[in-house]
């Protein structure tokens, strides 16, 4: 997987966003949390988690991605993870 | 297509036909929980008319399952308002009688897998031991699983991913996979007729071991599969409880140019036909003409629908040394230069079948395009341009599943060859009485006890001639309190089974009928009139005055006000319609002999 800049994982997740929330108008920043979106429980949480590893091509654990906070954070921890594997 | 869809917004309209996209079920997982949980929404918010009531009782979670298995249950005709039992009570909620499995629900989901195994033997037993555990495993699981008053699709116990006994874990005392494989065998035995099973091993074997064993979503949220396993088991779950509502297709109609085989006969004759085995284009026709055949000896009924002089269609069925499929496997031959969508409707009427029960084989994707969106009904079988891969594409539909089978399944083809010839000649005869006449049928009342699982499966199937919805288990059945009509028709040229089910008991001065099917096999034969005698005949001998039945409309059953005004039945009070037994019989005669098999009924 070749590096993605923060806007193209941001533009991607937007995407995964807006299919797994059936929101077509959804747009994320990088304060965006779980509270800022609707339907965000955790049968969603193991959705996006699927959908990151399907965009991205890589393995997450959930013990990582629980500990991140808000979008920004994910974005970061995606662009490290694609870099280490 | 329903007309009930008219009154819906126009983007509900367009999703609920992209859920009967044909190859829906073949795409990836996403897609397809796209749309389930769109239809999910729809479900929610629209009136889509009458549902069955649906439980799905399982030890793993199901939230990611329920969706996929809506829209699988959609797609195949039924329209569900669907429940999960909550997580990790299984055994409880199938052991309590009043467990909304056991008293709500019309049809239970059950999805057991080896985790649930009661009397799994350990390591080391003896085969003595082994084998009276796998027995009494078997019959736990009977004793849960027929105590619902519904219908029950039930997932047969899967393998595990870690042998204990290595290779020697299917064959073993003591081996998981052994306990699995003889408790379904077992269960397969008790369950036969009473509960519809899947087959685990085969579902396993489709969607791969690796899929079928996901340890870390299990970890993560005791879902044992993968998210790619759902689209498989949620449609091989449906098509067993599409069979059980009597919502299979029916008839496979087939085209024949390079399709049944290879070239185009009206140009190069039939002496140039790919067909047999003198070339792999020849054998791969062969494979798809053996593979229909196989399917008409378990109650598909086969139909030809192509563009060709008559004559030349039907010379290689007759005249053809390495034709599998002859004349009477095709129970209605259609071959002519009108377009096809018409053709298949004048097939569906000619064996009196909805639209809904044909499935569409044809390699040219200009008639297959033409037919999906002309006949959203009929299904459309994708083909690509492969001649090989035609039977395992009709096969991947699973278009026709079973959940028992019957003698009357056994003998359906050659049953509808009998209807599509005895439709022609009331189409064409000047003297329907001479020809009726000359069919010497017999009218057979058949004993409840030894035919309640066809009762219970024709009235289940049954949708045109149905008085109501009101449908009953074979338990209620063979409850007292309740008089079971069963008819058997019989004429020179078939023995059809059971055709005619009257449900009826008596109140007060009325023989109360509380349902009356009769299969659409034998419509224009005249048998309501018979049925008719013999219902009055009954009034008579119990002391009733009248007959009482109840007519509640339904998408498919509008012909019963005109046959129940023909027959002299009349408005009452708006819900009921009623017939004195003394109102003389005026309808056209049936020329049936009725044998009344025990007369003491």
């Given at each position: 997987m070749t590096d993605l800049s923060r806007d193209q994982v941001r533009e991607r997740l937007n995407e995964l966003f807006r299919d797994v929330f059936d929101q077509p108008d959804l747009v994320l920043s990088d304060?965006?949390?779980?509270?800022?979106?609707?339907?965000?429980?955790s049968l969603n949480q193991i959705r996006l988690m699927l959908a990151y590893e399907g965009a991205f091509g890589v393995r997450i654990r959930q013990s990582e991605i629980n500990k991140l906070s808000n979008v920004g954070e994910l974005i970061d921890f995606l662009r490290a993870t694609m870099l280490r594997s | 297509m329903d007309s009930d869809l008219l009154t819906l917004p126009l983007e509900v309209s367009a999703l609920l036909s992209a859920c009967?996209?044909?190859?829906l079920f073949a795409k990836s997982f996403p897609e397809v929980e796209q749309l389930a949980r769109r239809l999910a929404g729809v479900f929610a918010k629209h009136d889509l008319g009458p549902r069955t009531k649906v439980r799905v009782v399982s030890s793993f979670t199901t939230s990611f399952l329920v969706d996929a298995l809506r829209l699988a249950l959609f797609r195949r005709g039924l329209t569900v308002e669907l429940e999960e039992a909550p997580y990790g009570v299984l055994v409880p909620e199938l052991a309590d009688p009043d467990s909304r499995a056991n008293s709500w629900a019309d049809l239970v989901i059950v999805l057991p897998t080896?985790?649930?195994?009661?009397?799994?033997p350990p390591v080391g037993s003896t085969a003595e031991t082994a084998t009276a555990a796998e027995l009494q495993e078997a019959r736990f699981w009977e004793s849960l699983v027929t105590r619902a008053r519904g219908q029950v699709v039930l997932l047969g116990f899967d393998t595990p991913r870690?042998?204990?006994?290595?290779?020697l874990d299917g064959m073993l005392p003591g081996g998981v996979t052994r306990h699995a494989r003889r408790v379904n065998a077992l269960l397969a035995d008790l369950l036969a007729g009473k509960v519809a099973m899947v087959d685990a091993d085969a579902l396993q074997m489709r969607v791969g071991t690796q899929r079928w064993h996901d340890e870390r979503l299990y970890h993560l949220c005791?879902?044992?599969?993968?998210?790619?396993?759902i689209p498989d088991l949620a449609d091989t779950v449906a098509a067993s409880a599409a069979a059980l509502a009597g919502k299979a297709r029916k008839v496979l109609v087939l085209d024949l140019d390079?399709?049944?085989?290879?070239?185009?006969i009206g140009d190069i004759g039939m002496g140039q036909i790919a067909i047999g085995p003198e070339t792999a284009e020849g054998e791969a026709h062969t494979a798809l003409q053996t593979y229909c055949k196989a399917l008409t000896r378990r109650g598909v009924v086969l139909a030809v629908c192509s563009k060709n002089h008559e004559q030349f269609a039907r010379e290689p069925f007759r005249?053809?040394?390495?034709?599998?499929?002859?004349?009477?496997?095709?129970?209605c031959f259609v071959a002519n230069f009108e377009d096809k969508a018409s053709n298949l409707v004048r097939i569906a009427r000619t064996l009196n079948?909805?639209?809904?029960?044909l499935v569409f084989v044809d390699d040219s994707p200009v008639e297959r395009e033409l037919i999906a969106s002309a006949l959203p009904e009929v299904l459309v079988v994708d083909l690509n341009?492969?001649?090989?891969?035609y039977p395992a594409a009709i096969e991947a539909?699973?278009?026709?599943?079973?959940?028992r089978l019957t003698p009357e399944d056994l003998d359906r083809a050659r049953s509808y060859q009998a209807i599509a010839e005895v439709a022609s000649a009331v189409e064409t005869t000047s003297d329907l009485d001479g020809f009726l006449r000359g069919l010497a049928p017999t009218v057979v009342v058949q004993d409840?006890?030894?035919s309640v699982s066809r009762v219970a499966q024709l009235m289940a199937k049954?949708?045109?001639?149905?008085?109501?919805p009101d449908l009953f288990s074979e338990a209620d059945l063979l409850a007292g309190g309740r008089h079971v009509l069963a008819l058997q028709l019989k004429d020179r040229l078939q023995?059809?089974?059971?055709?005619a089910v009257v449900v009826t008991r008596l109140e007060s001065n009325a023989l109360l009928v509380d349902n009356w099917v009769m299969s659409?096999?034998?419509?224009?034969?005249?048998?309501e009139n018979a049925t008719l005698e013999l219902l009055t005949a009954r009034a008579l001998r119990l002391g009733a005055s009248e007959l009482r039945l109840r007519y509640e409309a339904s998408?498919?059953?509008?012909l019963i006000p005109g046959i129940l005004e023909s027959l002299g039945f009349t408005r009452s009070d708006g819900t009921y319609s009623v017939r004195p037994v003394d109102e003389p019989m005026t309808h056209a005669p049936h020329f049936m002999t009725i044998n009344e098999g025990n007369p003491a009924q």
């Open positions: 304060e965006t949390t779980a509270a800022d979106v609707p339907g965000w429980d | 009967h996209a044909p190859s080896h985790r649930d195994f009661q009397f799994a870690f042998r204990a006994l290595g290779e005791k879902q044992p599969f993968s998210m790619d396993a390079n399709t049944l085989w290879g070239g185009v005249d053809h040394p390495a034709m599998t499929l002859r004349e009477d496997d095709i129970a079948v909805g639209l809904d029960a341009d492969d001649p090989a891969s539909l699973n278009a026709f599943p079973l959940a409840i006890a030894s049954t949708n045109q001639f149905k008085l109501n023995d059809y089974g059971i055709v659409c096999r034998v419509f224009s034969r005249r048998l998408a498919k059953n509008i």
